[in-house]
């Protein structure tokens, strides 16, 4: 048995510190006399700053770590890992029990971040519950917006036009870059790569001005609508995102040169965070997660939704389920992405952008200033809203993260009567003790890296 002994005051030291009543109650008295102490010449002297504590064995020598007494083993200890750690990538807190640096339970507690968003949502007509998912996922806005829209078509039994579905799928592909930006780059800033970070957030800027220029909003856009989407592209754009696009391979290849091969980035991320097919249908996780296990599961090729069915696409799989194959995924998911944009850009038809039912759609502002039915459509459709016929649904899109599914009930009101929102995020995060279990706590920064978590979608 070794006890532990607190440095008493010092001389010869720059600072003294002296032992109170207080500072005893907080160690609980288990301190030990003066005469038990090491004794420190001035030549050793110890640096109270650095709050130094001195393992001493029952005979009184200094207890030594390297020591192969078997009494001497580090004991088992908790500690709390966030939520304001700068890696938690939000108010994540992790408790983790450790035994030295080897990580042998992670308890992830949620709802930090929990604003009763479901709850809210069925007080709400459903397009004032919209915007809603903007701020649940708020890296990858258009793609939750894109899921509640199918949702809501699908109760109503409408069909939004072919340009529309258009818009919609390059939207959908713009917001994939941009939450597989700030995933792979923040990633590699976690573990110490710092200018791919800085590269990204420039082409990020690029996207962001075209999420203004459709929607005047750079993040919480409400842009796709049930019915279609909520304005025709302006003048020009679709040029603006050809010429980004024929520079932005470039920019993947400038950061694979970066990451790729990199030996420490090789040394954080292969054999890190290995999940293998069983386990991953078993936590039922989704996306890159789901895909870095093996399994080519994409709801884009297996339940094409929007003019999905009419692009052609790869869905990069990986094989070792590691943080590495992870990375690769959404490096390549980011060429395919681009790939789709492409061909958006040269099939995009002509037409209208929105069902031309102007008790779902509001009438062009143009019909309100002549025709007094078409004021009296539009103040209705934005204060009572519209009745949606009895029934239930539950619609999944390919989120960048994963699988995002909306149930929405209905009971023929203008309100949603239940509305569960189904975030990929959160079953990552229940799988996040099975990931870390045996790893180092360094390793837990890049675990949690690769799950892509954003707690808007997690605690909702």
């Known amino acids: 048995m070794r006890k532990t002994v607190f440095p008493l005051p010092i001389r010869n030291s720059s600072f003294f510190f002296y032992v109170n009543s207080l500072w005893k109650l907080k160690m609980n008295n288990k301190y030990l006399s003066a005469m038990t102490l090491p004794k420190f010449s001035k030549k050793n002297d110890i640096d109270l700053m650095r709050t130094t504590i001195t393992e001493v ?8 770590n390297n020591s192969s007494n078997v009494n001497s083993k580090i004991r088992h ?16 807190r992790l408790i983790l029990e450790l035994n030295g640096e080897e990580i042998l339970r992670a308890d992830p507690h949620v709802g930090l971040l929990h604003r009763g968003t479901e709850k809210l949502i069925e007080y709400k007509t459903y397009l004032q519950a919209l915007p809603y998912f903007d701020r649940l996922d708020y890296v990858s806005m258009m793609t939750n917006e894109q899921c509640f829209s199918l949702a809501v078509e699908k109760l109503l039994n409408i069909e939004v036009p072919e340009r529309g579905q258009f818009i919609r799928t390059m939207f959908g592909e713009i ?6 930006l700030m995933a792979i780059l923040s990633h590699a800033m976690d573990v110490g790569a710092l200018t791919p970070f800085l590269w990204g957030l420039e082409e990020r800027e690029k996207l962001m001005e075209f999420y203004e220029r459709v929607s005047g909003a750079r993040l919480h856009a409400a842009y796709v609508r049930p019915g279609g989407v909520s304005q025709d592209l ?3 754009l679709l040029d603006d995102i050809y010429a980004w696009a024929t520079q ?4 993947i290849d400038e950061t694979e040169e970066l990451l790729t091969d990199n030996r420490i980035w090789k040394a954080r991320t292969v054999g890190i965070g290995r999940v293998n097919a069983m386990d991953a249908l078993n936590y039922s996780f989704s996306g890159p997660m789901l895909r870095g296990s093996g399994i080519p599961w994409d709801i884009r090729k297996v ?5 999905y069915d009419k692009v052609e696409f790869g869905v990069p799989v990986g094989q070792n389920g590691d943080c590495y194959d992870r990375y690769l995924i959404r490096m390549q998911e980011l060429r395919e992405s681009l790939n789709i944009i492409y061909q958006c850009l040269n099939k995009m ?3 209208p952008v929105k069902v031309d039912d102007w008790k779902v759609s509001p009438p062009p502002r143009a019909e309100m200033k002549e025709n007094m039915e078409a004021m009296i459509h539009h103040f209705l459709l934005f204060t009572k809203g519209y009745c949606v016929p009895p029934g239930e649904t539950y619609t999944a899109i390919e989120a960048p993260k994963g699988e995002m599914g909306v149930y929405v009930i209905s009971d023929g009101s203008e309100r949603p009567y239940r509305c569960k929102i189904r975030a990929p995020g959160f079953a990552h995060l229940a799988g996040a003790d099975m990931i870390s279990r045996n790893h180092y706590l360094p390793d837990m920064v890049a675990i949690i890296g690769t799950m892509d978590l954003v707690f808007g979608e997690v605690d909702r």
């Not at 917001?175 to 597989?180: A, F, P, Q, Y």
């Not at 339940?303 to 003019?307: E, G, I, N, R, T």
Request: proline share 11%; charged share 20%; hydrophobic share 35%.
């Open 57 to 64: 064995n029952e005979d009184g020598s200094v207890f030594d």
């Open 77 to 92: 200890f908790t500690v709390n890992f966030g939520p304001q750690h700068p890696a938690a990538h939000g108010v994540l």
């Open 175 to 180: 917001t994939r870059i941009l939450n597989h």
């Open 234 to 236: 302006p003048i020009g």
């Open 248 to 251: 932005f391979g470039d920019r």
């Open 303 to 307: 339940a094409p939704y929007d003019a």
């Open 349 to 351: 038809p002509e037409g």
